[in-house]
């Protein structure tokens, strides 16, 4: 039981780097970019690229991991996504599942459709005992790293003029301009900001998930959605719990009952849209 507590909470917080770029798009900028995915792979395939053919170590992949996607964030929000910001959630649907069906050919073409693998350092590989029971260094980092980001991430919302600014422009962008706030810049450290987050995300995901391919947007779309929709779309908080609550889900519903883990994570969506459809862990009204 500890061990599987363990695995999920790994698993969790994973999730939550990789949704949680989603959830500030989607909960602070109200735009639905379900091309998410697309920028976890960008940043799974940097550090995959670097480290097998550029001989990169891995720990110094990460930092271009997040840049990449970062990037190209800002590239997109200024000549494409800025355009939709004021259109209707279907508008935004619509655009950035084309998106998503672009990027994956792109892959496709110039790297292939065999797994990128990541191959870990030896210091990161392996398990450690306590009170007899082993844990996984590789997932130790993660729930290490991933609890750093998660803790930042809060005190830049909550702790800093930044923070103030950009909740101020996301309740009323046309009063947060008029006091000077430059509304159009915030949007794009933000969303720049989210992509980066996946690209990371990405990066750390590639081993666990068995190597980056460019069927990576797809086969993490649904969990994504999945974690917004439980931890609500308002806040860092709720992402983080929303992601711990499915990671310890699905890792124990696969391990007891593997014949229909998968579909626990999918009946607490249901539930959850039914019974709290702002999200379990949200404050106020959607």
Not at 15 to 27: D, I, M, N, P, R
Not at 63 to 77: D, R, S
Not at 85 to 96: C, H, R
Request: hydrophobic share 55%.
């Amino acid at each position: 039981m500890p061990t599987i507590l363990f695995d999920g909470i790994a698993y969790g917080m994973l999730l939550f780097v990789l949704a949680c770029g989603l959830s500030v798009t989607l909960g602070l900028m109200n735009f639905v970019n379900l091309a998410h995915g697309a920028f976890a792979m960008a940043g799974g395939y940097v550090t995959a690229l670097l480290m097998n053919r550029a001989g990169v170590p891995f720990l110094a992949t990460l930092p271009a991991a997040f840049a990449a996607p970062a990037i190209l964030g800002v590239i997109l929000e200024r000549t494409l996504y800025r355009r939709l910001y004021g259109a209707s959630p279907l508008d935004q649907v619509l655009f950035t599942i084309g998106l998503v069906f672009i990027a994956m050919p792109i892959a496709n073409y110039f790297l292939g459709d065999q797994p990128q693998q990541v191959h870990l350092p030896p210091f990161l590989q392996g398990r450690v005992e306590w009170a007899g029971i082993g844990f996984g260094i590789y997932r130790l980092f993660i729930i290490a790293v991933c609890g750093a980001i998660a803790l930042a991430l809060q005190l830049l919302l909550i702790g800093t003029r930044f923070g103030a600014q950009l909740r101020a422009a996301v309740d009323d962008a046309r009063v947060a301009s008029g006091l000077g706030i430059d509304v159009d810049r915030l949007f794009a450290i933000t969303f720049a900001v989210g992509c980066g987050l996946a690209g990371l995300g990405g990066a750390l995901a590639a081993d666990v998930v068995g190597g980056i391919d460019p069927t990576f947007p797809v086969k993490f779309m649904v969990s994504f959605l999945i974690v917004v929709t439980v931890g609500g779309s308002r806040g860092i908080l709720g992402a983080l719990l929303g992601a711990l609550l499915l990671g310890i889900l699905d890792v124990a519903g696969k391990y007891y009952v593997p014949s229909i883990g998968a579909f626990i994570i999918y009946a607490v969506m249901v539930a959850t849209l039914l019974i709290r459809p702002q999200g379990l862990f949200a404050r106020g009204p959607r």
